[in-house]
């Protein structure tokens, strides 16, 4: 077992992992009102002096990578506990630190991971890179027990987090189909929209057009065009679905909460509704528990479940109600007469409180 320790040096939980082939190989202690995992991060007190005098961060995937780390001399070294890496955790680095290494897996969970850290480290000005030669080891603990100074050297050994996930995308495609060509060019638009200086911007946009084999012109030329493509989307709907958004939004709201209270609370799931599996998605949840619901007892919320169940069936009939008259009142000359009676049947059986 192994503490987790905040900032200040207070013991706020625990972890544990197994020695043997058992069942969970982790576990941590539940969240409380001092260990969120959405804003923990694993190894901070311990790598905190390191990282200000080094003037960088590393940010691997598990505990015990983080310990080897230190072990080996790279005190600067953290981890995200239980979650994947949140804007709150980045934010609390960037306060030490612009320079944040990742030393995540080439495999698509590391790849997706490395993505949304480019998209929040966008608007924080956080300069950030990729640890990726791992010698053929899996992890860093792994490259440690081979050689302590490997792992001090791929350290030392970045690359431009763009630039490795630019390639990762490249050796997924095929780039001399000319789809291939396009999917390439539609990812490669979407991660730069994220690269906010205009200098690094353009040397990126120069990257991709050699290896797509066009002028940078045309490639922003691609970009002006999808950007119109979908503002003019946006704006010949914007309209007509403005209400029903409204009432999708406030169903998400509603369930938003729903869910919180059945993930954090530990109350059982008797809603229907679909537990969430994204750990991304669970993080926004614990968040949500914790500002709204983080004092109230199981009875509170058991009777809190009742309230919002009422209200969450309620107002998904109303958004149900308004996308069926939508599809009646189609631009495009709209529904045949039996659709329509079809319609108008669901849309009573709605109004009615029935099921359509």
């Known amino acids: 077992?192994?503490?987790?320790?905040?900032?200040?040096?207070?013991?706020?939980?625990?972890?544990a992992r197994?020695?043997?082939k058992s069942e969970?190989?982790?576990?941590?202690?539940?969240e409380t009102i001092l260990f969120n995992k959405g804003r923990y991060i694993f190894g901070l007190y311990q790598a905190k002096e390191a990282i200000r005098k080094n003037g960088f961060v590393v940010i691997v995937e598990g505990n015990m990578d983080v310990?080897?780390?230190?072990?080996?001399?790279?005190?600067?070294?953290?981890?995200?506990?239980?979650t994947a890496m949140t804007e709150m955790h980045l934010k609390q680095l960037s306060r030490l630190t612009n320079d944040i290494r990742l030393a995540y897996d080439g495999d698509e969970a590391g790849v997706k991971a490395t993505e949304r850290a480019i998209m929040m480290a966008g608007d924080l000005g956080i300069n950030l890179s990729v640890i990726s030669d791992y010698h053929g080891a899996k992890d860093p603990d792994e490259?440690?027990?081979?050689?302590?100074?490997?792992?001090?050297?791929?350290?030392r050994n970045t690359r431009p987090a763009v630039e490795w996930l630019l390639d990762k995308y490249e050796e997924r495609v095929d780039m001399m189909s000319v789809f291939g060509?396009?999917?390439y060019s539609d990812i490669a638009l979407k991660i730069l929209k994220y690269v906010h200086d205009d200098i690094e911007r353009a040397q990126y946009e120069q990257l991709v057009a050699r290896r797509l084999d066009v002028s940078v012109e045309d490639l922003r030329k691609k970009k002006e065009s999808l950007d119109k493509k979908l503002e003019k989307q946006g704006s010949e709907g914007a309209k007509k679905k403005a209400k029903t958004q409204m009432q999708n939004e406030r169903a998400r709201v509603v369930e938003n909460s729903l869910l919180a209270i059945l993930v954090c609370g530990e109350i059982e799931n008797e809603t229907g509704l679909a537990m969430p599996e994204d750990q991304t998605r669970i993080t926004e949840l614990e968040m949500i528990f914790e500002e709204r619901y983080g004092k109230w007892s199981k009875k509170e919320l058991r009777e809190e479940i009742k309230v919002l169940m009422v209200?969450?069936?309620?107002?998904v009939a109303k958004a149900e109600r308004q996308k069926l008259m939508d599809e009646l009142s189609r631009e495009d000359g709209g529904v045949d007469d039996e659709t329509e009676k079809e319609i108008l049947r669901?849309?009573?059986?709605l109004q009615e409180g029935g099921r359509a």
Not at 1 to 15: A, E, H, L
Not at 24 to 30: A, D, G
């Open 1 to 15: 077992m192994v503490p987790f320790i905040d900032t200040t040096g207070n013991v706020i939980g625990f972890t």
């Open 18 to 20: 197994v020695l043997d």
């Open 24 to 30: 969970p190989k982790y576990l941590n202690t539940s």
């Open 67 to 82: 310990i080897s780390s230190h072990q080996a001399g790279v005190k600067e070294t953290v981890a995200t506990s239980g």
């Open 143 to 155: 490259l440690i027990q081979k050689g302590e100074e490997l792992w001090r050297e791929a350290v």
């Open 181 to 183: 060509k396009k999917e």
């Open 311 to 315: 209200e969450y069936d309620k107002e």
């Open 346 to 349: 669901k849309v009573q059986a």
